[in-house]
């Protein structure tokens, strides 16, 4: 099982706004002497293609994508493209997904859930946002998807800072913060982030994120009343696995559109090891990842990144799938 896992492709979704950089980032990405190489799918909206154009040549394989937008028409094509690179996985180290500025992310996500074969061969490492310190105010205005992609993040690069006083900056940061407090944050201009610190994060592999990240499921006693918000419950008592089942996959059906990320680590009852939950919308996923540590207190965990959040519904909920 370890070496199917070491041997999984790390996916790299990159996203952001019209405007925000993500070319720029991307062509960073593609230049530097990093010594590994990249397959990059590109996706565009419209007919006629032109991101394709405006990546830097380089010996990487670029594929454009531009028949629909990767969040809502062509994961078929995703998924095809994908199965095509695996047979020659030998010829690069990674693959970034490039979304169009209009995409919600979680679909593409969605992908590496669905398809058995893809799942099997690759590894979702993180979801990238790019976002325009200096327009960002108007964006969350006006676009749905501005948001969303925020608070989908693993890591958010807000860039154009040198655009923005520092006043301006710590706004707009605090408004990426009360849409996602948990991503990691870079300062950026013209997307100068070290490559390190967006590749190979492993930000949807629970398991490495609470070792560099002990209290990235620490309960968050701030309410919050935008839209989109963040919020997280512990139990102490074991759960029943069959309540949580049973109470998770009803919510995820009534209210999947609303939960854009779901992440866990539960303690069953009479189980010695740790479960993994996570979900993106309604598709759900989870695994055991090793067993508690001796010292470790055996208490569930879960966070919920969404619309329209209701605290004490969540909370009942979590709390009643406690074992009796």
């Known amino acids: 099982m370890a070496d199917a896992v070491v041997e999984q492709v790390p996916v790299t979704v990159l996203t952001g706004y019209l405007?925000?950089?993500?070319?720029?980032?991307?062509?960073?990405?593609?230049?530097?002497?990093?010594?590994?190489?990249?397959?990059?799918?590109?996706n565009e909206f419209g007919e006629l293609g032109v991101d394709n154009d405006l990546v830097v040549d380089t010996d990487e394989e670029v594929f454009e994508m531009n028949n629909g937008c990767i969040c809502c028409t062509v994961r078929g094509d995703l998924i095809r493209i994908v199965g095509g690179?695996?047979?020659?996985?030998?010829?690069f180290d990674g693959i970034i997904i490039e979304t169009t500025g209009l995409a919600n992310p979680a679909p593409v996500a969605q992908t590496f859930f669905v398809d058995d074969t893809v799942r099997a061969k690759t590894r979702l490492d993180a979801i990238v946002t790019v976002v325009d310190a200096k327009f960002l105010p108007d964006r969350l205005a006006d676009s749905t998807e501005a948001a969303e992609q925020i608070a989908f993040a693993d890591v958010i690069v807000l860039n154009k800072i040198d655009l923005v006083t520092p006043a301006e900056l710590a706004a707009v940061e605090a408004s990426v913060r009360k849409l996602n407090r948990f991503a990691r944050i870079h300062h950026a201009t013209r997307g100068n982030v070290p490559i390190a610190d967006l590749l190979d994060q492993g930000a949807f592999d629970l398991k490495r994120v609470l070792a560099d990240h002990p209290d990235f499921l620490a309960d968050d006693?701030?309410?919050h009343n935008d839209e989109i918000g963040s919020m997280s419950f512990e139990v102490a008592t074991p759960l029943d696995p069959e309540r949580f089942n049973a109470w998770i996959g009803n919510l995820l059906a009534e209210r999947g559109q609303d939960l854009l990320r779901t992440k866990g680590i539960l303690a069953y009852a009479g189980e010695d090891r740790r479960f993994a939950f996570q979900a993106v919308h309604m598709m759900a996923d989870g695994d055991f990842i090793g067993p508690w540590k001796p010292d470790e207190p055996r208490t569930s965990r879960i966070v919920f990144v969404g619309r329209n959040l209701n605290r004490p519904q969540l909370r009942r909920g979590?709390?009643?799938?406690?074992?009796?």
């Open 221 to 223: 006693a701030h309410e």
């Open 85 to 91: 690179l695996m047979k020659r996985r030998g010829r």
């Open 318 to 324: 979590f709390e009643s799938c406690q074992a009796a």
């Open 19 to 42: 405007g925000s950089g993500k070319t720029t980032l991307l062509n960073r990405i593609l230049t530097e002497q990093h010594g590994r190489k990249y397959a990059v799918v590109i």
